[in-house]
């Protein structure tokens, strides 16, 4: 599975960078696009920008797809490689010639009540888990109130409240649910703000920050506003005057929380790995 999603990485960026590429020679060849028309918009989102600008907006536009390209072939090249090995890797010899001696030494060797063993990882480095979700849920539901982050200081009330009964049973598989939904939805509040950087969704629901000029429901939703696009200057990376800092941590916060239930669904997952032990 990861020998495909690194083929598909791959074949994203090289179509990305022949688009950049295609996209140049056409203008280069006479065709004309002009600043703030619908169709510039669109292209300047999707990342296609014309480069008659300073080397530094050229590099900062067209290097990020080729390195992605470079080191996703690389990787994907390597990760087909050892997958081949493993697959054509023969299996361990038992020092027997006969088939028939083999087959009797495995019935023999064969337990006849596998046990299984759970991992289980210290109770000092769980607890410290436990206490940065607390902590990410707290901070991510308060750092820019809105109906989006409620969420986030909910599941942190709900913790509360599964940490008062002394973390029940009955109620640990809820709270196991809980906290893969908070990583799901977590990610998509994180596209959601990264869409709402782009000059068509601030122009449909607009912010302006320390400003009277904004949509209701984009203040509700918690849509925050960092990077400032004008049309006549699409190169140039901009930023909102008098933006607040919570503006600017709320995305990391966010980004920080998915990673802590990351690791944490993944080290669940580690502690149902099965250690068969042989009896002797």
Known sequence: SSVVYLFII???SLLFTLAQVGFQISL????????????????????????????????????PDVVVLIISSVSAGLALKVSFLHSVEPPPSTGLDSPNEATALTSATRPM??????????KCFQWSVEFLIFIMFLFSGSVVPSLTSFFYYFCFLFLLFVWSFHWRVKLMSLVRFMRIVAMLYSSCHLVVLYLYQFQSFQLALP???MSDNDSLIARLLGLTPVIQTICTKPTQLL?????????FINPWALIGMFWILGSDFQLWLSTKVCVHITQE
């Open 10 to 12: 791959v074949i994203a």
């Open 28 to 63: 280069a060849t006479g065709f004309t696009l002009g600043s703030c028309d619908t169709l510039e918009v669109i292209l300047r989102q999707s990342g296609l920008i014309l480069f008659t600008v300073p080397p530094v907006d050229i590099v900062r536009h067209l290097l």
């Open 113 to 122: 009540t596998p046990q299984q063993e759970y991992y289980q990882f210290p």
């Open 207 to 209: 912010v302006e920050p």
């Open 239 to 247: 930023i909102w005057d008098d933006t607040p800092v919570t503006y």
